[in-house]
């Protein structure tokens, strides 16, 4: 394992949710997800303490709910006010932070100093993003009862770890991928587009590996794009539902 010298600044994603209320929020009585507690810390204070051990020094929150704020001030974060949207939320965080930039979510409960490091140190030199994702084996290993949607791809099948590194400033422009993406989620003809012909075929017929599509990806919109393996298949939990909260808990009062 690989342990970097020096660690980037760090966002994390806690803006409020569109819509409905945030169910695990609801089903624990507070405003916000990212207050739920796992052993009496909450979760944006457990990300932080994570990012901090990892060595990590420059750390904002994007964040607009009252008490969420309030929280992340306590914890010594700067304070960023969201986007509309992840990637627009991210693109401010960038223009703040600048490059290198780790961004990671609220949600995140059980991230470990060790997967920082080692996402860091692992990432290629040469790249512009990265993106930590974990084996299905890995991730059934560490929490076999799981349910989770898979990337299937020639390598095997990958769950994603809430975990990116913004290396380069030409990682600007994943960030507008990455908006477009989102304009166009109930479109995904259109994403799938950006990969080209040649990569759908070769994904169609189980001949593409992940690491393949990355990096064919970042390569039709300009950057060099790499996938770093958790080492850990617990990466890839976060708390996306109560029964993910309920999962979380378990481990945390495990460990």
């Known amino acids: 394992m690989t342990y970097p010298e020096t660690m980037p600044a760090a ?29 009496g810390v909450p979760l944006l204070a457990r990300v932080h ?18 008490a969420v704020v309030a929280l992340a001030q306590i914890i010594g974060a700067e304070i960023i006010e969201p986007g509309r949207g992840p990637s627009a939320s991210v693109a401010r965080g960038f223009a703040r932070l600048s490059a290198p930039m780790l961004v ?14 080692q996402f860091v140190g692992d990432s290629p030199p040469d790249a512009d993003v990265a993106v930590l994702l974990a084996r299905r084996d890995a991730v059934e290993q560490a929490v076999p009862d799981t349910h989770r949607t898979w990337l299937r791809f020639a390598d095997g099948q990958w769950s994603g770890c809430n975990l990116f590194l913004l290396a380069t400033p030409r990682a600007e422009a994943a960030i507008a991928t990455w908006r477009e993406v989102e ?10 587009a950006r990969l080209g012909p040649r990569v759908l075929w070769d994904y169609l017929r189980g ?21 770093v393996a958790a080492a850990d298949g617990l990466a890839a939990v976060d708390v996306d539902k109560v029964a993910d ?10 460990r």
């Open 183 to 192: 304009a166009n989620r109930k479109r995904p003809w259109r994403i799938a």
């Open 207 to 227: 001949r593409l590996t992940l690491s393949e599509a990355v990096a064919g990806l970042g390569e039709r919109i300009g950057v060099r794009a790499a996938v």
């Open 104 to 117: 990671t979510t609220a949600d995140h409960a059980l991230l470990q100093p060790d997967w920082v490091r």
């Open 245 to 254: 909260l309920e999962l979380v808990r378990e481990v945390a009062a495990g």
């Open 49 to 66: 303490a994570a990012l901090s051990a990892a060595g990590v020094q420059r750390i904002a929150v994007v964040a607009d709910a009252p």
């Open 11 to 39: 966002l994390i994603l806690a803006g409020s949710r569109e819509g409905a209320p945030d169910p695990v929020a609801v089903s624990e009585g507070v405003a916000h997800k990212a207050l739920v507690e796992v052993e």
